[in-house]
């Protein structure tokens, strides 16, 4: 069964660094998403990707955050200059289509530690 | 706003035995769709089951099921026969059509032998 590939699996960066996490979601999907998870707390939204744009963005996806498909299949979420409490679990998903019954595929995550 | 709420931090269950894992949404939306999640301490996010705000059956896949009342805004999981390997943390979550989804805090559920 096709899934969703995240790389890497757990990262740890100095804090004020860049980092790109990368995804590749699966094969004919179009709607890609990125969530966070705190150690212990909930999934949170980020951002929702669509036909090349962003499509929606939270409260915690501020100017430090970006993403991009740079050619077609990866799906990358970059962070300019880390910060402590960016430390969580980074999730990507994909959906085919647009009806509500599809569900978001996940990845296995990216450990983001920042030290 | 959408808002999902779990009031369940925490849930023990017989093994072999059933239980119930809360659910209940805030919307203003009739289109929506509502999704169960599974995250074992691997931490991989295990899609379980889907109920669409108008489906009049509900929903089940294998031992899940789903017990929706729309009036009262509850989209209950319920697992039957339970199992050691059903020891894990149950994310409810909301989506209407493209959009992000929205989820409960999660009820941590573990199964005893």
């Known amino acids: 069964e096709p899934e969703v590939t995240q790389t890497p699996s757990h990262q740890v960066t100095q804090m004020g660094q860049e980092v790109i996490l990368r995804c590749v979601p699966i094969?004919?999907?179009?709607?890609f998403y990125w969530y966070r998870q705190i150690l212990g707390q909930k999934v949170e939204f980020l951002v929702s990707?669509?036909?090349?744009?962003?499509?929606?963005k939270s409260e915690i996806f501020d100017d430090q955050f970006s993403v991009e498909r740079p050619d077609g299949s990866n799906f990358t979420l970059k962070i300019r200059s880390t910060k402590l409490e960016d430390s969580a679990m980074y999730f990507c998903?994909?959906?085919?289509?647009?009806?509500?019954?599809?569900?978001?595929?996940f990845g296995d995550g990216t450990r983001l530690s920042i030290l | 706003a959408q808002k999902i709420t779990q009031t369940q931090p925490g849930m023990f269950v017989q093994e072999k035995e059933a239980v119930t894992l809360d659910c209940t949404y805030d919307t203003s939306d009739q289109s929506y769709g509502l999704f169960w999640y599974k995250q074992p301490s691997s931490g991989e996010m295990i899609f379980l089951i889907y109920q669409g705000s108008y489906d009049e059956q509900n929903a089940t896949e294998g031992r899940y099921s789903l017990n929706f009342q729309k009036a009262r805004k509850s989209a209950n999981l319920v697992i039957s026969a339970s199992q050691l390997g059903d020891s894990a943390m149950y994310f409810c979550a909301m989506t209407h059509g493209t959009y992000k989804y929205i989820f409960g805090t999660g009820t941590r559920l573990k199964v005893l032998a």
């Open positions: 998903a994909s959906k085919w289509g647009g009806p509500s019954n599809q569900p978001q595929h």
């Open positions: 990707f669509y036909n090349n744009e962003i499509s929606e």
């Open positions: 094969s004919n999907h179009l709607y």
